[in-house]
C-alpha cells in the first residue's frame, strides 16, 4: 500500500477531459440520458445476439394483433411479428444508420472546414461560399433524390455480393441497402459541421503553441494533424453528439414516407408508419414504438447538450 | 443597406439556380423515367410523350430549353399529370402557405412567452419545466405526435375532425403539430438571448435608477433579448412551409407536400424542378427578410 502512494504523483492537475467528466457528472439530465442510451444499446443491439428474441420477420397470421402476453412480451403486429423484436431490430438499424451518417458527415465536415479555416483568404472565401450555397438547399429533398440515385447502384452491389458470399445473403440484404442512406444522409449533412471546425481552426492557429510549430518548420500536414485536430475534438464530440438525434429523425422521416429503408427490414420509422395506420383500433402499435422513438432523441438531446456545457463551456448559453 | 440587399438577392438567384442544376441532374441520372411508371404505352407513344417533352435530347439541350421557359414565366407541363406545373402549385401552394404561416403564429405566441418566462424564473421549477418540456417539443417528431393528436384527440373533441381540409377548424391541428417542434427552439433561443441581455449593465442600470421591473423588461430586455429568435423566425418559416409534407399526408391536407413526395416517386421532372424553385425561392426570402428585420432592430449590424 505505501508503494502505491510513493508512485503517485502529488497532484495529477486536471485535464480538459477530467474538468469535463466532473462537470457532466453535475448535470442529471445528461447523466439519466447516459444510462438510458446505454440500455437501449444494450437492448437493442446485443439481446437479438442470443436467441431469446424470435426473428422479428416471421409472419404468423393466425395471431395478427395478439395483446402483451408471456409469449409476446408486446404483443403481435398485422401480421403476427413479435413486436418486441421488431422493435429490437428496428432500433439496431435506426441507431446504426445515426451513427454511421454522423462518423461520414464528421469526416467530410472536418476536413473541409479545417482545410479552409487553415488556409484562409481566398481558398476559405471561395470554400465557404459553398457551403452557404449548400446552406440554402432543403436538406430532405436533397436526400430523397441521393438516397434514390445510389439505392440503384446498391441493388447491383448487393447482388455482387450475394454472388460472393451466397452464405451471407440475410446480412448482405440487410446492411448494403442502407448503403445509399448513410451516404445520402452523412454527404449532405457535414455543413454545421464544416463551419464548426472553420471557426476552431481560425482561432487555434493564432495562437503561440501553432506558431512555435511554424517556426520550427513543421510541414502543413503535420501542424494540422499533430497540433491543431487533437485541439478540435472537444466542439467536434459535442457537435456529432447533436448530430445523431438529427440523423435518426431524417431516417424514420424518410422510411415513414415510405423513401427510406425498406420492408421486411424494420427501422423505428416503419414501425411509427406501420403503426400509424392502426392507431384507431390498436394504438398500441403506434405508441410503444413512440414512446421509444422520442425516449431515444430525448436521451441524445440532453446529453449533447450536456456535453456541449462540459466541454465548450464558452459556447454554453447560460 | 439597398446595396446588401441588392448582392444578398444576386446570391441568391445562384442559391437557386444551382438547386435547380443540382436538381436537374440528379432526376435525370436516377433510374426510370416519367414514362415507365404503372400505365405501360406501347413503344411509339412513349417515344411521341418523350419527344414532347424534349426528353430525347441531351441533358444539356433539356436544361437550356427548360431555362428558356423560365425565362418566360413558365414551369411546364407535368408529363404524369398532362397539367400545367403552374396550375399544380397554384392549386396546392395556398394550403401549404396558411398551413406555415398558422403553424409559425402558434409557434411564436407559445415559444415566446414560454422563453422570457424561463429566463426571468432562471434555474427555478417553472424554468427546469419549460427547458424539459421544449427539449420533447424538439425530440418527438411530429409524425410521431400528428397521429396521436388525430386518433386521440380529434375522436374525442366533437367539432374536430381526424382529417380535412374545409374550414379553419380544420387548421387547428396540423398548425398545433407543425408549430410545437419550431416553438420549442424558439423558447430555447428566446431564453439563451434573453440571458444574456439581463446580464448586461444597461439592464442593471436600469434598475438602479429605480425603473419598474416590469418596464425594464418589456422596454429595455425585450427589444435586445429577442434579436436570436427573430434571425431563427425567418429560415424556421420557410422550413414550415416546404417541409410539411409529413403533416400534410397524415391530416390529408391538399397542400404540396404530397405533389413533392409523388414527384419524386413517379419521375415527375418538371413538376419536382416547378416545386424545387419554389422552395429554394422561399427559403432565399426567408432567409432575406429576417437579415433585414435584424438590421432595424440592430443598428451595429446595420452599417
Redesign the interface.
Known amino acids: 500500500m505505501s508503494k502505491d502512494i510513493h508512485n503517485q504523483p502529488i497532484d495529477k492537475g486536471h485535464s480538459l477531459w477530467s474538468d469535463a467528466w466532473l462537470r457532466l457528472r453535475k448535470n442529471k439530465?445528461a447523466m439519466v440520458s447516459m444510462v438510458i442510451l446505454f440500455i437501449i444499446g444494450i437492448l437493442c443491439f446485443i439481446l437479438p445476439a442470443f436467441s431469446i428474441i424470435p426473428d422479428p420477420n416471421t409472419q404468423d397470421l393466425n395471431n395478427t394483433f395478439l395483446p402483451p402476453s408471456g409469449d409476446y412480451p408486446l404483443g403481435t403486429d398485422q401480421s403476427g411479428r413479435d413486436l418486441l423484436a421488431r422493435l429490437l431490430y428496428g432500433g439496431q438499424i435506426s441507431l446504426l444508420v445515426g451513427i454511421v451518417a454522423t462518423t461520414v458527415s464528421v469526416i467530410i465536415g472536418l476536413i473541409y472546414g479545417a482545410i479552409a479555416g487553415y488556409a484562409g483568404g481566398k481558398t476559405d472565401s471561395l470554400m465557404m461560399r459553398i457551403v452557404?450555397?449548400l446552406y440554402?438547399?432543403?436538406f430532405?429533398?436533397?436526400v430523397?433524390?441521393?438516397s434514390?440515385?445510389i439505392s440503384?447502384h446498391a441493388k447491383e452491389l448487393t447482388d455482387a455480393l450475394i454472388g460472393r458470399w451466397p452464405d451471407h445473403a440475410v446480412f448482405i440484404k440487410k446492411f448494403v441497402n442502407l448503403v445509399p442512406l448513410f451516404i445520402a444522409i452523412g454527404a449532405l449533412g457535414w455543413l454545421t459541421m464544416a463551419r464548426v471546425a472553420r471557426a476552431q481552426v481560425m482561432s487555434l492557429k493564432k495562437q503561440e503553441f501553432v506558431e512555435a510549430a511554424v517556426s520550427l518548420g513543421l510541414s502543413h500536414r503535420r501542424i494540422l494533424m499533430r497540433h491543431i485536430m487533437p485541439n478540435m475534438l472537444g466542439p467536434v464530440i459535442v457537435y456529432a453528439t447533436l448530430t445523431v438525434?438529427g440523423f435518426v429523425?431524417t431516417e424514420?422521416?424518410l422510411s415513414?414516407?415510405?423513401?427510406g429503408v425498406e420492408s421486411p427490414n424494420s427501422s423505428w420509422g416503419i414501425l411509427?408508419?406501420e403503426?400509424?395506420n392502426y392507431?384507431?383500433t390498436h394504438?398500441r402499435l403506434?405508441?410503444i414504438p413512440?414512446i421509444t422513438?422520442?425516449l431515444t432523441?430525448?436521451a441524445?438531446?440532453?446529453l449533447g447538450?450536456g456535453l456541449r456545457d462540459a466541454l465548450d463551456p464558452k459556447a454554453a448559453?447560460? | 443597406m439597398i446595396r446588401t440587399v441588392i448582392s444578398r438577392l444576386l446570391q441568391g438567384i445562384v442559391v437557386v439556380f444551382c438547386l435547380l442544376l443540382i436538381t436537374f441532374m440528379l432526376v435525370r441520372l436516377m433510374p426510370g423515367d416519367p414514362f415507365s411508371g404503372e400505365k405501360a404505352h406501347a413503344a411509339h407513344i412513349i417515344e411521341k410523350n418523350k419527344a414532347r417533352f424534349h426528353l430525347d435530347k441531351s441533358n444539356t439541350e433539356q436544361f437550356i430549353v427548360y431555362l428558356g421557359l423560365l425565362a418566360r414565366g413558365e414551369l411546364g407541363d407535368s408529363p404524369v399529370k398532362e397539367q400545367p406545373v403552374s396550375k399544380i402549385i397554384r392549386h396546392s401552394f395556398p394550403a401549404s402557405l396558411v398551413l406555415g404561416i398558422a403553424g409559425m403564429i402558434i409557434a411564436i405566441l407559445i415559444g415566446i412567452p414560454a422563453g422570457i418566462l424561463s429566463a426571468l424564473k432562471k434555474n427555478s421549477y417553472i424554468d427546469y419545466s419549460t427547458m424539459v418540456i421544449a427539449m420533447a417539443g424538439i425530440s418527438i417528431p411530429s409524425f410521431v405526435i400528428a397521429p396521436l393528436l388525430a386518433g386521440q384527440v380529434a375522436t374525442r373533441i366533437p367539432f374536430l375532425k381526424v382529417a380535412g381540409w374545409g374550414d379553419p377548424l380544420d387548421w387547428l391541428l396540423p398548425a398545433l403539430t407543425l408549430g410545437l417542434a419550431t416553438a420549442a427552439y424558439l423558447a430555447r433561443i428566446t431564453r439563451g438571448g434573453m440571458l444574456e441581455v439581463l446580464n448586461q449593465d444597461y439592464i442593471r442600470t436600469a434598475h438602479a435608477k429605480g425603473v419598474h421591473p416590469a418596464v425594464v423588461v418589456t422596454k429595455h430586455a425585450i427589444r435586445g433579448g429577442i434579436i436570436p429568435a427573430i434571425a431563427y423566425i425567418g429560415p424556421a418559416f420557410a422550413m414550415l412551409i416546404t417541409g410539411s409534407f409529413i403533416i400534410e399526408t397524415i391530416f390529408q391536407v391538399p397542400g404540396m407536400g404530397q405533389h413533392f413526395v409523388n414527384a419524386t416517386k413517379d419521375r415527375d421532372y418538371f413538376l419536382l424542378q416547378g416545386v424545387v424553385i419554389l422552395f429554394g425561392t422561399l427559403i432565399v426570402f426567408a432567409n432575406l427578410a429576417a437579415d433585414i428585420v435584424l438590421a432595424m432592430l440592430n443598428p451595429r449590424i446595420r452599417a
Open positions: 439530465m452557404d450555397i440554402g438547399l432543403p430532405l429533398v436533397l430523397i433524390l441521393f434514390l440515385l440503384e438525434p429523425l424514420a422521416t415513414f414516407l415510405g423513401l411509427l408508419s403503426g400509424a392507431m384507431e394504438p403506434l405508441i413512440s422513438f422520442s432523441l430525448l441524445l438531446n440532453f447538450d448559453k447560460d
